[in-house]
């Protein structure tokens, strides 16, 4: 016998670790209650930006680049930190999140276009057999899962030509105009691997991090607040990311320090791929223009954010990934 509907309240005690609910006054409330200061934008104003612009929770992540007192009556409350300061970091993260998506996804487009021409010059592939062998290669849920992906192309109106064209036989170049991300860096990796490119099998590392950079860049997720971790970096840098960060003039332990977390890395990463990748051009300049706004915006609101001390880690960071695009040659 089926379990009728539950009461409202029969599961309270299950979820009483969950934190409640709150309305905006008292979102405002506890910010206060945690020592977030009004002065430099007012309730209302701020009352106003988690109506309308941004919620509660992506704001207040931006809160962990700051630090909070310890001991005494105030013990637990953020130290100096204005509301101001979380809506200058949520911009700034936009703007950066603008910048990576369009270069991550021009550096998608140069890579599979690099694949075809290589594919098209060599007199030993046909553009068709690679690709079999290519799924053959894989184990049986990752070929399943690929198929899949190429038959979803079916139900696009964007892809569905392609689809219709070449579900029987598939080509590269269809391939690649409907693989994801994932599918394309594991592309990469094979080809290396068939025609003995190390230089080609090697990059696919570098692309996994492009892609998880594309990745959060498309779904919004936050990122400067990431730049508060300490050695958090799964696996090192590569040697390229290593010696264009060299490059830099910036000491050794700063190199180590921005290296070894996450988000640093994967931005350094996605930098030094763009700068080998995308040639010169429109596209090229447009990633670039993105990248350089962001720069400036902070620059534009360097009085507001921390420069030196505890609290300076996103400031730093930003420093650090702005030396990175200037030895690259990205910019000026």
């Known amino acids: 016998m089926a379990d009728g509907p539950k009461r409202v309240g029969e599961d309270v005690e299950r979820r009483e670790h969950i934190k409640p609910k709150l309305s905006i006054d008292q979102q405002i409330a506890h910010l206060r209650a945690k020592g977030v200061k009004f002065e430099k934008c007012g309730v209302e104003e701020a009352r106003v930006y988690l109506s309308y612009e941004r919620g509660f929770y992506e704001l207040t ?151 998880s950079v594309r990745n959060c860049a498309a779904h919004g997720s936050c990122i400067i607040n990431s730049f508060a971790e300490v050695d958090n970096a799964e696996r090192p840098a590569s040697r390229e990311v290593h010696e264009a960060a060299a490059k830099t003039g910036a000491s050794k332990a700063t190199r180590r320090k921005w290296l070894h977390n996450s988000a640093v890395q994967e931005i350094a990463t996605t930098l030094v791929v763009y700068a080998d990748v995308v040639p010169e051009g429109k596209m090229r300049q447009n990633g670039i223009a993105r990248l350089k706004s962001f720069f400036d915006e902070a620059d534009e609101v360097a009085d507001l954010l921390p420069s030196k001390g505890p609290d300076a880690k996103a400031t730093a960071a930003i420093s650090f990934v702005k030396s990175l695009t200037k030895s690259l040659g990205l910019i000026e």
């Open 61 to 211: 992540a931006y809160r962990k680049l700051f630090t909070k007192r310890q001991g005494g009556e105030r013990d637990g409350e953020y130290a100096n930190l204005d509301f101001a300061q979380l809506v200058a970091f949520a911009e700034l993260d936009e703007s950066l999140r603008d910048a990576l998506l369009v270069m991550t996804r021009q550096i998608e487009h140069y890579q599979g276009t690099k694949l075809n021409y290589a594919i098209d010059e060599r007199e030993d592939e046909d553009g068709y057999a690679i690709v079999e062998d290519f799924l053959l290669s894989l184990k049986p849920e990752s070929k399943d899962y690929m198929e899949k992906e190429f038959d979803r192309s079916a139900f696009s109106p964007y892809t569905r030509g392609i689809h219709e064209k070449y579900s029987g036989n598939k080509s590269a170049w269809a391939f690649l105009k409907v693989a994801s991300f994932g599918s394309l860096v594991d592309f990469m990796r094979f080809c290396g691997r068939r025609w003995d490119d190390e230089r080609l099998g090697g990059s696919h590392y570098n692309m996994k991090r492009v892609k």
